[in-house]
């Protein structure tokens, strides 16, 4: 968990978020007008603990790969505006649920998780949004180091 102004994030994804519905108002980049989300595994006959998850849009069938970042950077501590997590409702460590896009390099082998972008979600509301961190210094392109699994 990291503190930031007395809210500790949660690092585990509760498994009851899964195949819930997230409203996420301001859409996506390149998926604005697409608001409602879904989380669910990769494949069919992943675990629930799988280190990646699908964010799939409702209204069609577009999904992006998504992961916890703790999976990959235990010191992964981002400092999120309070007036982020104001507008969200979210006022203690049971209402935050965090996760990070995921860029698939399949050219190049690699999995590369965006730190400066995370998808910040009140869990009770489902209600949530993509966003820019102020601390540059999280990288949009953190590498991940498969080996090490």
Do not use: K
Not at 15 to 32: K, S
Not at 63 to 92: C, H, K, M, R
């Amino acid at each position: 968990m990291s503190d930031n102004d007395g809210i500790a994030m949660d690092t585990d994804l509760p498994p009851d978020h899964r195949g819930a519905v997230m409203e996420l108002p301001d859409g996506i980049p390149g998926l604005t007008t697409e608001t409602r989300f879904v989380l669910s595994s990769v494949a069919p006959d992943a675990p629930e603990d799988s280190l990646f998850q699908l964010l799939t849009c409702l209204d069609d069938d577009t999904s992006l790969v998504v992961t916890q970042p703790w999976n990959f950077f235990a010191d992964y501590a981002p400092d999120i505006d309070d007036g982020e997590l104001e507008q969200l409702g979210i006022t203690s460590p049971e209402d935050l649920v965090l996760f990070c896009p995921v860029t698939l390099d399949s050219q190049a082998g690699c999995v590369y998780v965006n730190l400066l972008g995370p998808f910040v979600v009140n869990g009770q509301s489902m209600v949530g949004r993509q966003v820019v961190l102020t601390d540059r210094d999280w990288p949009v392109r953190a590498r991940v180091d498969l080996s090490a699994l």
